[in-house]
């Protein structure tokens, strides 16, 4: 999989989560998301965008709902933990070290939204744009998890084939040229079944494309995972419960910010110079 990710820029597995663990995870969504409004950023202090854009960016009729842990036990205490997840992150980060949960946020696209713009998740941190041809480590990937089945036409993502290999030193001296710019017959949508998962490198450019049902709402748990050099979109040691976290797996409290992270260059980072972490958060 490891391969086919640095030479695709994504890759499908299938059956990544087991039925029951879906099943439940669309249990603890269906209440909160009927109070969750379309059109709007996860973050939900986050400011409007200029010119009114909102729907354009996040979907006329698209619920997103962060702070996942919070409101899905499933996702915190069953799914969070998935050994094909963290294998994976091992091998991806290898050569930047330690890696960490940015953001987990649900996306319900629902019937009559359009498709987002075109982006790569990676773009995110903007030092991305800098980084070099020759050596291209993955600096963020994006595990898009099916909570339904994800169809042509219910919104499933579009992926724009070898967008990854972008030589952005060219680009970036080009002040024409446009990155997330690329004709629609180049986007291919890939479907999934609910407990697949799409696995999206940083630097693959995709949407979420237009949900053309008249009834159907397609869900999908986004797991943003990033080198943990890089700062985090949801501040979770500031966030969550301690007495929750307290009962995690260590792995997971690593994965989320509660115990110190290395890099490739034996520098160690979030740390307390006084004593172990753990020991300073009480975890």
Request: proline residues 5%; contains cysteine; charged residues 25%.
């Amino acid at each position: 999989m490891l391969s086919a990710l640095k030479d695709d820029g994504f890759v499908v597995i299938e059956g990544m989560f087991p039925p029951d663990q879906i099943s439940s995870l669309n249990a603890d969504m269906d209440t909160v998301l009927t109070k969750v409004e379309a059109g709007k950023s996860a973050n939900m202090t986050a400011p409007p965008l200029s010119g009114g854009i909102d729907g354009v960016v996040f979907g006329s009729n698209t619920k997103r709902l962060g702070s996942l842990l919070h409101h899905s036990p499933t996702w915190r205490d069953a799914m969070i933990d998935n050994p094909i997840l963290h294998d994976l992150c091992t091998g991806i980060f290898r050569d930047t070290g330690d890696y960490w949960l940015s953001t987990a946020q649900m996306i319900e696209i629902g019937p009559g939204s359009k498709a987002q713009p075109l982006h790569a998740d990676a773009a995110a941190w903007w030092p991305f744009l800098s980084m070099g041809d020759r050596w291209m480590p993955e600096v963020a990937v994006n595990f898009l998890i099916a909570a339904t089945d994800t169809t042509r036409a219910n919104g499933a993502t579009g992926v724009v084939k070898g967008s990854h290999k972008i030589k952005y030193s060219e680009a970036l001296a080009d002040p024409t040229f446009d990155f997330w710019k690329f004709p629609d017959d180049k986007v291919k949508q890939i479907e999934l079944k609910a407990g697949d998962c799409l696995l999206l490198g940083g630097r693959i450019v995709h949407r979420g494309e237009a949900n053309r049902t008249a009834d159907e709402r397609r869900r999908l748990l986004s797991c943003t995972v990033t080198s943990s050099v890089l700062t985090p979109e949801e501040a979770h040691p500031l966030i969550l419960d301690k007495d929750v976290v307290r009962g995690l797996p260590e792995r997971v409290k690593k994965f989320l910010g509660f115990r110190g992270q290395n890099s490739i260059s034996g520098y160690k980072f979030w740390q307390d110079h006084r004593r172990d972490l753990s020991q300073t958060l009480g975890v």
